[in-house]
């Protein structure tokens, strides 16, 4: 009977053996989960006959310390929550391995080519589609044609009413200053807005516009406190532009929201239009709320998808698959969906990635334990074995 128990003692230890020594080979792998085999007696009857592993326990819920890889497409989780990828069989599984590439047809997968699982969004929409693969789309960004140009600036109260009337934009006597900005048509087509400054009393700055050099014949007159404070127009002016060849009318409305008249340099701290040319897809990125950013050429930048983290009632229940991924399982429960720091889900660490939670300490400690009991276990066999010779010799 001793050599029953004592063999299965051994292969007991055999298997907590194998599972330490994954767990220490595993200690540079993304995203790894470490094991423990537990011990459980064997009994027949009422008679102790042997130990067995009874379980392996993963420390799922463990998190490992976090990597900056300073990669645009690496995540990790911090707090609960998994990755949710599926196969191309239709099969859903979950990772905390956040390390993203786009493939060739344009769908965001992870290392094994699984597709990472995401809500759609529609630029310049808050509202999440449904849940699905991520798409990045690889065509152009069609131009948006400016309608609002922003301009703050001081118009220095040290100016004097220029001598030479009227305005002149050719005779640089007739005005103080001048700024140029730029706006976009409906085709993405840049055309130069030109703001020429005329000090016109003593708290009064009146404003002429060309387009492309050419006069729009149009005056915005800018009105000052006694303070240096903008008093009028209080609401952006907006301005016909004309119609540019092969594109539609373009109209813009000025802000003047900001602009003071003090004493010193005239400067101007804002000059900023709206719109845009059209671009090409140059990047794609994963935000801290989850969202997927598609950059282009044109220094657009646009949210097409959201990450979406799965969280279970259960995650110790859910079943492994590899080292780095599970199934859920009917121990686990149903996989409840959300955004990244919504609800019960962690919030992302971008350009990094999860560490192994593999304690190397604790795991040597355990392999020294192991090699103990196999010791001991191996005693037992060979005492037996001295008890039986002796036996057979006084018979």
């Given at each position: 009977m001793s050599?029953?128990i004592?063999l299965?003692?051994i292969?007991a230890?055999n298997?907590?053996l194998d599972t330490?020594?994954?767990n220490?080979a595993?200690?540079g792998?993304y995203?790894f ?5 537990n011990f ?5 009857g009422?008679s102790?006959?042997?130990a067995e592993?009874g379980?392996l ?5 463990v998190?490992?310390?976090t ?5 645009s497409?690496?995540a990790?989780?911090?707090g ?6 599926k196969d191309n069989?239709?099969?859903m599984?979950y990772?905390?391995v956040g390390?993203?590439?786009v ?9 094994a ?10 630029p310049g929409?808050?509202?999440r ?7 990045v789309?690889?065509g152009?960004i ?11 600036a ?5 100016w004097t009413?220029p001598s030479?009337?009227?305005f002149?934009k050719?005779?640089?006597q007739s ?5 140029v900005s730029?706006a976009y048509d409906?085709l993405g087509?840049q055309?130069?807005l030109?703001q020429?400054f005329v000090k016109s ?12 050099g050419?006069?729009l ?5 800018l009105?000052?406190s ?5 008093t ?11 119609t540019?060849?092969g594109?539609s009318?373009l109209t813009?409305g000025v ?7 003090y ?11 709206d719109?845009?040319?059209s ?6 990125t994963i ?11 044109n220094g ?8 979406a983290?799965?969280?279970?009632p259960?995650?110790d ?8 991924s599970w ?5 686990s429960?149903?996989a409840l969906y ?6 019960m889900?962690?919030t992302?660490?971008v ?5 192994s939670?593999v304690d190397m300490?604790g795991?040597l400690?355990?392999?020294m334990a192991?090699?103990?009991?196999y010791?001991a276990?191996t005693?037992?066999i060979?005492?037996?074995n001295?008890m039986m010779q002796?036996l057979f010799?006084?018979?």
């Amino acid at each position: 009977m001793s050599f029953e128990i004592a063999l299965s003692g051994i292969n007991a230890v055999n298997t907590q053996l194998d599972t330490i020594s994954n767990n220490i080979a595993n200690t540079g792998t993304y995203g790894f989960k470490s094991s423990r085999a537990n011990f459980s007696a064997v009994v027949a009857g009422s008679s102790p006959n042997g130990a067995e592993i009874g379980s392996l326990t993963q420390f799922i819920g463990v998190g490992g310390s976090t990597l900056n890889t300073g990669r645009s497409l690496d995540a990790a989780i911090q707090g609960r929550g998994f990755f949710a990828l599926k196969d191309n069989a239709g099969g859903m599984s979950y990772s905390r391995v956040g390390n993203f590439v786009v493939d060739k047809t344009g769908v965001l997968v992870d290392s094994a080519g699984r597709k990472v699982q995401g809500y759609a969004l529609t630029p310049g929409s808050a509202t999440r589609g449904a849940l699905g693969d991520i798409s990045v789309p690889s065509g152009q960004i069609a131009a948006k044609a400016s309608t609002q140009l922003d301009y703050v600036a001081n118009m220095s109260a040290d100016w004097t009413t220029p001598s030479v009337t009227p305005f002149d934009k050719t005779d640089a006597q007739s005005f103080n200053s001048s700024m140029v900005s730029v706006a976009y048509d409906s085709l993405g087509k840049q055309h130069t807005l030109t703001q020429y400054f005329v000090k016109s009393g003593a708290n009064q700055v009146n404003v002429h516009y060309t387009m492309d050099g050419a006069d729009l014949g149009t005056t915005t007159t800018l009105q000052f406190s006694t303070d240096g404070v903008l008093t009028s127009p209080t609401a952006a002016v907006s301005l016909a532009l004309g119609t540019p060849a092969g594109a539609s009318a373009l109209t813009v409305g000025v802000n003047y929201t900001g602009t003071t008249l003090y004493a010193g340099e005239a400067t101007n701290s804002v000059n900023s239009a709206d719109g845009y040319a059209s671009g090409t897809l140059t990047g794609t990125t994963i935000a801290e709320d989850g969202s997927v950013i598609a950059q282009y050429s044109n220094g657009q930048k646009q949210a097409i998808a959201q990450l979406a983290l799965a969280t279970f009632p259960d995650e110790d229940g859910l079943t492994p698959t590899s080292d780095t991924s599970w199934v859920a399982s009917q121990a686990s429960g149903t996989a409840l969906y959300d955004a990244p720091g919504v609800g019960m889900s962690g919030t992302l660490a971008v350009g990094a990635l999860e560490q192994s939670n593999v304690d190397m300490t604790g795991e040597l400690v355990n392999l020294m334990a192991a090699q103990r009991n196999y010791q001991a276990n191996t005693k037992v066999i060979s005492s037996e074995n001295e008890m039986m010779q002796a036996l057979f010799q006084a018979v």
